[in-house]
Structure formats: C-alpha cells, structure tokens
C-alpha cells in the first residue's frame, strides 16, 4: 500500500520542495516507485523539475497543461460539481530517474481554499460540501493505484490554510524541515500549538456520518511525524556564520525537544520513540542535518537534479559562470549522497515498521 509522506513546515522557504525533490528521487534510486505532488499553488516544483527558463521548457509545460490533468484540473468533479467522477492524474515521468513522477501543480489550486474551508467547518458541515474533505485523498489514492507507486511525497505551501489542513492529516506521516533562523524558530513554536488542534479537528470529521458515507470517505486519521530535517542555509561562504548558525540550531533544537516533540506524543502524532533510538536519532527526532543548501537549491534549479547525481558531464565548467561551484559540487557531491541515502533509509525502516504494526 502506498505511503503518503506530508513535507510541512510554516514558514516560507523552499526547503519543502527541495526536500521533496531530493528525497523522492533517492527513493526512487534506491528502487521505489514514488509520486512527487506538486501542492503549492506557486508550482515551483512543477516548475523547476520540468524546467521553465527557456521558451522551448516553458512550450512544454504549457502542452503538458493543455493535454494532461493537474491537481486542481484533477479535482475539479468534486469542487466544480462537475458530472463525472475524480479519476487518477496522468503523472509526467521524470527525466534521469526511473521510478520517479510527478503530479503537476497549478496555480488555480487555491481558488478551492474557500469552499473547502467551509466543508471542513464541523459546527455546521454542509450536505452539498460533504464530498469535498474526502476528495483529495481520493485523487492521490486512485493515482498512486494507477502508478503502481509506493510513496508519494507531498510539497505543500507555507500556510495554515485548509488545504494544508486536508493534505496533513490526510497523510501517513509527517517530514518536517527546519532552518537555522529565527522565522523557523517561529514555525516551530506554532507547529506544536497548531498540528493537536488539526489532529482533533481531522479525528472528530472521520467519525461524522455525512463524512463516511460521502462519494469521497474522509479517511480513518493515522498521521504520525516521521522527525526533523535541519538544513544550513549557507554554503560555508559567510564570514563569521558559525555563532549566527549555531544561535538558531540550539534554538531550534531546545524548542523541537521541549514544545514539538512532547505536543506530538502527547496528541499520538509520534511513532514509539523507541523507534526513532533504534535509528540513533537524538530526542529531537532528527531525520538529518544538511549542510550547503544554497547549493542544493542552486543544482536544482539550473540542472533539474539533486546535488548528489551530478556527474562529471554536468559540471562541465562552460555550464557554470563561477568556477568555485563547480569545485564546491564536486567536493560536497559524495557527502551529500551519503546524508540523502541515510535520510531515505531512515524514512524507510520507519514507514515501514509502523505499517507493520497497524
């Protein structure tokens, strides 16, 4: 059965998309059959994974949307009272990794946050709304169905907001992604207010009749928070960064163990923590800690392809303006395949192990 891994944070950076870029195509890598959905109505992982500087990339695109679903396309039976049933989306495979899909994104996704919201509202849930809770999860089930895939990797935007809501407790589990700065301590301390409230909303819709037995059941809730990532935002380029970095990493850290972590046990959003000790994560539930993401970032969004899968073609220096990237890529490229291959390996073993057990 397909595992359905949420990839939130709140708090507006790209370390959600790449984190669902570079983990979804170490899975694949590693031998899985794995969705990329493009959740964020600013479709920068749409985007980016297909390519959109040139005009020949960005033709492409626009044939794709033309002839293809998308997420909202592929919603719009339930949200546009449309006659026919939501059926799977015709996922784009992606160039150089076998396995590994992608589910478009659209920037008229959030013109369905509304109406959702409203669905959503438990005081007084709407017969004419009551398909609408279930029909997301609907979409990406019957797709990972038509793929054959075993997880699908979830980018979300960086807001409260309903569909956010949906798409989270919908989920299996929960990768949280972290940045040594004070907008993601910020994050972090609402997160553990915010997530129990989400839980005990999305526990009490699946136990509505108006709910069960719509055409599109809200699913049983059985979200759990795989653990953290932390990335360094730099590229070991800022002078005097070290205080700066290490500020925010015990901040973080101290918040992560003292309010996330305790909130999540308490509400049963966590797996035993015993499992996450077997994995020799610390009481932070640190998944990894990545170094250059900057650089991660920058490999992506001008070569389509993780840091780690660079190969000797692709830093041909004519390709590069500076030649200390290509230098920094090249002696980054082993290190950062080991941290991405040991994150999908953790990510793995715990999925796994809770499916077993359930």
């Not at 659209?106 to 438990?122: C, I, S, V, W």
């Not at 077997?278 to 650089?295: A, G, S, V």
């Amino acid at each position: 059965m397909v595992k359905k891994i949420a990839i939130f944070n709140y708090e507006f950076n790209l370390s959600q998309t790449i984190t669902t870029f570079y983990l979804g195509w170490m899975l694949a890598k590693k031998g899985h059959r794995v969705i990329l959905v493009d959740a964020d109505p600013n479709c920068v992982l749409t985007a980016r994974t297909l390519g959109y500087k040139t005009q020949k990339e960005q033709d492409k695109i626009e044939e794709i949307y033309n002839t293809r679903l998308n997420i909202k396309t592929g919603l719009a039976p339930a949200f546009e009272s449309q006659p026919r049933a939501i059926e799977a989306v015709d996922c784009i495979p992606i160039d150089d990794q076998k396995g590994l899909f992608l589910l478009p994104g659209h920037r008229g996704f959030f013109e369905y946050e509304a109406t959702l919201n409203m669905a959503q509202d438990l005081r007084n849930p709407l017969q004419s709304l009551k398909n609408l809770p279930g029909s997301i999860t609907n979409l990406l089930n019957k797709t990972a169905s038509k793929f054959n895939v075993d997880y699908i990797l979830i980018d979300m935007n960086s807001s409260l907001g309903a569909i956010n809501q949906n798409l989270l407790m919908t989920s299996d589990f929960l990768i949280i992604p972290t940045n040594p700065d004070l907008f993601s301590a910020m994050s972090i301390d609402s997160l553990s207010r915010v997530l129990p409230k989400w839980y005990h909303w999305a526990k009490q819709a699946s136990l509505l009749p108006i709910f069960k037995t719509a055409t599109y059941p809200f699913p049983n809730v059985t979200l759990k928070c795989l653990g953290i990532i932390s990335y360094d935002n730099n590229v070991s380029l800022i002078k005097n960064k070290t205080t700066f970095l290490n500020k925010w990493l015990k901040k973080n850290e101290e918040d992560i163990s003292k309010k996330l972590i305790p909130s999540l046990v308490q509400n049963h959003m966590m797996l035993p923590l015993t499992d996450y000790k077997k994995l020799e994560m610390n009481n932070n539930c640190f998944l990894q800690k990545i170094e250059n993401f900057i650089l991660l970032d920058l490999c992506f969004r001008e070569h389509k392809k993780p840091l780690y899968s660079f190969r000797n073609r692709d830093l041909d220096s004519e390709k590069w303006s500076e030649k200390w990237v290509v230098d920094l890529i090249q002696a980054s490229k082993e290190e950062n395949r080991k941290k991405f291959s040991d994150l999908a390996d953790k990510v793995i073993n715990l999925a796994s192990a809770y499916a077993l057990s359930n």
